[in-house]
């Protein structure tokens, strides 16, 4: 699978289905990577020819999505939304097209890839051969006492020009299954080769001889590692991350090239194109009525991938059913079936993506409307699935195709996303973003507001304390932004007025600021959270249940990415707003203050992954590094992976003693999830020093320090 974007496994396995399946539905926690799904497979699609619709709830969320889109190399989208998007739209359109990409580019793109994938490939297969070789030498000490016999039985598998893979072909057609006479005597052929190849006798079983051929692998691989001095594979690693950078610039080159080209902007699609800029220039009902004459096919030929919100498809879209070949809907939980009806008629096929955990559509349909109008059109059976008063968009694709869950957490360090991990996802997080320096950090302030009160909606003590927080973090801004965010209406609209009044526009762009409710930051991210409550003690009940509505205060807790301050004047929280509040001022649950013993297994288990017995020369490496004062904790947990060593306590720095246990694939996959999280990863392979921990501390502890890490 070729994509612009990095994927794990199971995202790689939501664009698979998204080619074929009707319907494919993922979920998944804030920053589990849901975005980065969608958009995976909106260009997945765009790519082998076909057109795309995402639709969004928000016009912010479908900014994000844009900019995502940007800033992957890849075909520019066509966002669309509020009268100034269509009027940008419009103009552009105006200006006409140019004559398109040539064939000849075209080729010279995809030879530009299969250059990309091979050296892709060529590079993993000699890594893949490196650990391959480290993993059959790491089974010799248990071969080791059966050799002699082994030997004894077979001595030409042992001899070093022997042909050992000829002798596993002949193992297996000895061992082929069959009763007819042919296989008994294809069997009997075979046999009889096998033990001329091995040397064995007539008598040595079958069985004896492939544990020969695996232990003179292990004699072999150990023989080798010896004569070239071990394992290490830093250039490969390094060559293997350039390899995937060039062929994802490769793959989004040749994507924008191919969308852009000749072939597309035939002439019924420059007048779809002209017509739609017309279209954009009219009133609401003459531009409805000029939509319904687009040739939409042409349309989305020209211009295959476009993404804006549920509520302007209609005003935008030629009215054409299955116009789109997948129309993706973002954030679906907060989308009502009746804004989702004119997107999902442009579907051939639809993704759609949400959280049931997180905020849900508010409907003002009524439960008599509901039941009167699906008696009326004979549909009462459907009830359960048409019931547009609680069944969101999410919910009816749920009950229509597997869903798809994504649990590698990308966004938040532990203390930020731990509270809504246990209390509303069960701890089935995978959090990647955990390491030494952020996993006892403490991410989240709560500023108490004395002698407060709530004036027509609005707290003023509390706002007084968002603005001095903004001027202290004004002094150096974190680089992704400053949000302000607050459950009510009234306080975030008082937060904003209060904020233009102290800031210009160009401060305001350099701060990266931006303010609003909690629905209008679904789906929204930034580096630093500021969350006003605008709650006092004595505020009406419906207030405080407001606030605590799970759905809610799960959102309203989880758009940071490195900081979140709470300011409250409550002085007696209750319910899940006193829970967080106490849960921020608590010491957090990782490991002990001082590194744990390095002869024993890992820190507690936080992620849900088992903890593994460190082998003979992971614990005598990690007792020579603590000896030379580096902190080391074994089998350390990174979101489903685990790190051999992880040296030091202030940064994401690991070793890797051994070959993961689950094979080649599976430490490749380790090595480039983790290093994307920021990981700095050794081989340290005992090979390398002959087996000689005290050599190889010394030498690790040197390029560590030298790399900037690893101190206590």
């Excluded at 993506?353 to 849900?360: I, N, S, V, Y």
């Excluded at 992971?618 to 590094?625: G, N, Q, S």
């Amino acid at each position: 699978m070729l994509s612009p974007l990095p994927l794990n496994a199971a995202q790689r396995d939501v664009i698979r289905r998204t080619r074929t399946a009707p319907v494919v539905v993922v979920s998944g926690a804030p920053g589990n990577g849901k975005s980065h799904a969608l958009v995976a497979a909106a260009l997945d699609t765009v790519a082998h020819g076909g057109s795309v619709l995402v639709a969004t709830q928000s016009t912010h969320a479908a900014e994000v999505l844009g900019e995502l889109l940007r800033r992957h190399p890849g075909p520019p989208p066509v966002l669309f939304g509020d009268a100034e998007r269509r009027g940008s739209i419009a103009t552009e359109l105006a200006g006409g097209v140019a004559v398109g990409v040539d064939d000849a580019q075209l080729r010279h793109d995809t030879d530009a890839v299969s250059a990309a994938r091979d050296r892709v490939d060529g590079v993993r297969a000699g890594i893949a051969a490196a650990l391959d070789q480290e993993r059959l030498a790491a089974t010799l000490p248990d071969w080791q006492p059966l050799l002699p016999a082994l030997s004894h039985d077979a001595p030409a598998v042992f001899q070093p020009d022997t042909d050992l893979d000829a002798i596993r072909a002949a193992l297996q057609a000895a061992s082929r299954p069959g009763e007819r006479w042919w296989s008994r005597w294809h069997r009997s052929r075979a046999a009889h080769r096998l033990h001329r190849l091995t040397g064995a006798g007539p008598a040595v079983p079958v069985s004896q001889l492939r544990a020969a051929v695996d232990a003179a692998h292990a004699v072999r691989a150990a023989a080798r590692l010896s004569a070239n001095g071990g394992t290490d594979l830093t250039t490969a690693w390094r060559a293997l991350v350039e390899a995937d950078v060039a062929l994802a610039q490769a793959v989004g080159t040749a994507l924008r090239n191919e969308t852009a080209s000749a072939r597309r902007w035939t002439g019924d699609a420059r007048r779809a194109a002209s017509g739609l800029g017309t279209a954009l220039r009219a009133g609401r009902n003459r531009r409805r009525e000029l939509l319904a004459t687009l040739d939409a096919e042409a349309l989305v030929r020209a211009l295959p991938l476009w993404v804006g919100t549920v509520a302007d498809v209609e005003d935008l879209l030629p009215p054409a059913a299955g116009m789109f070949d997948l129309v993706v809907l973002d954030e679906a939980a907060h989308i009502d079936q009746l804004r989702a009806a004119p997107v999902l008629a442009r579907a051939r096929r639809a993704l759609v993506a949400g959280d049931p955990r997180q905020l849900r559509f508010v409907s003002f349909v009524a439960d008599a409307d509901v039941t009167a109008t699906l008696h009326r059109h004979g549909l009462d059976h459907y009830t359960d699935r048409l019931d547009v008063r609680r069944a969101s968009a999410f919910d009816v694709a749920a009950g229509a195709a597997p869903v798809t869950w994504l649990g590698e957490h990308h966004r938040c360090a532990p203390h930020l996303i731990g509270f809504s991990a246990r209390r509303f996802y069960d701890d089935r997080l995978e959090l990647v973003t955990r390491h030494p320096g952020n996993e006892r950090a403490d991410a989240i302030d709560v500023l108490t507001v004395a002698d407060a009160a709530v004036v027509d909606g609005v707290n003023q003590a509390e706002v007084a304390t968002v603005l001095d927080l903004v001027a202290t973090l004004a002094a150096r801004p974190p680089q992704g932004g400053i949000a302000v965010i607050s459950p009510f209406r009234a306080q975030a609209d008082a937060v904003e007025t209060a904020l233009l009044a102290a800031y210009d526009v160009d401060e305001i762009e350099r701060l990266g600021l931006r303010t609003g409710t909690v629905h209008a930051f679904q789906g929204s991210e930034a580096d630093v959270v500021i969350a006003t409550l605008g709650l006092v003690d004595d505020d009406p009940p419906a207030r405080h249940r407001f606030v605590a509505e799970p759905n809610l205060f799960n959102v309203l807790v989880t758009r940071a990415r490195k900081q979140l301050t709470v300011v409250t004047s409550l002085r007696s929280p209750e319910g899940i707003v006193g829970d967080y509040l106490r849960y921020a001022g608590q010491p957090l649950e990782a490991t002990d203050a001082a590194p744990p013993d390095p002869t024993c297994a890992g820190p507690p288990d936080t992620t849900g992954a088992r903890a593994a017995e460190p082998d003979t020369w992971t614990r005598a490496l990690a007792v020579e590094l603590t000896r030379i004062g580096l902190a080391v904790r074994p089998d350390y947990p990174v979101g489903r992976w685990r790190v051999d060593l992880c040296v030091g306590d202030d940064g994401p720095v690991g070793l890797c003693c051994a070959v993961h246990p689950d094979g080649v694939a599976a430490h490749v996959e380790r090595q480039r999830t983790l290093t994307r999280a920021g990981w700095r990863l050794y081989d340290a392979f005992a090979s390398r020093w002959a087996d000689d921990p005290i050599r190889a501390a010394l030498d690790l502890a040197t390029r560590i320090h030298d790399d900037g890490g690893g101190h206590r």
